[in-house]
């Protein structure tokens, strides 16, 4: 019994960890220029910044492609790069400013090739 006690409260500290960091960069990101992932409406121009969580390598189409996951505190894209192995700086824990067009694949938001800014 005791094992699951800590085991919830493991999950419980976990948890509002989570939730104070999604706080802080939800305050980190606030800027009147740039759109919330969360409320970013799709098929329109957005300008986007947010911490890259994953950056993978996954061809589409026997052509590379880049992808990585950016997370802002109020949800996350999926960012391609098509025809790209690599782009020096961009790596998980790295702040970016994206700005394109969010589309849907394989029903996740997506935001292909975009213009992108190295954030300090």
Do not use: C, F
């Not at 999604?22 to 009147?32: L, Q, V």
């Not at 992932?37 to 026997?62: F, H, K, N, S």
């Amino acid at each position: 019994m005791a094992e699951k006690s800590r085991l919830r409260r493991s999950i419980s500290r976990w948890a509002n960890t989570s939730d104070q960091h999604a706080r802080d960069m939800r305050k980190e990101y606030a800027d009147d220029r740039l759109d919330r992932i969360g409320e970013a409406p799709d098929r329109e121009q957005v300008t986007l910044q947010g911490t890259l969580r994953t950056v993978t390598l996954r061809p589409r189409g026997g052509v590379p492609a880049l992808e990585a996951e950016l997370y802002d505190g109020t949800g996350t894209i999926t960012v391609i790069w098509l025809g790209r192995r690599r782009i020096l700086g961009v790596q998980p824990g790295r702040s970016l400013k994206i700005r394109g067009r969010i589309g849907r694949y394989d029903g996740h938001r997506v935001l292909y090739n975009p213009r992108y800014e190295l954030m300090p």
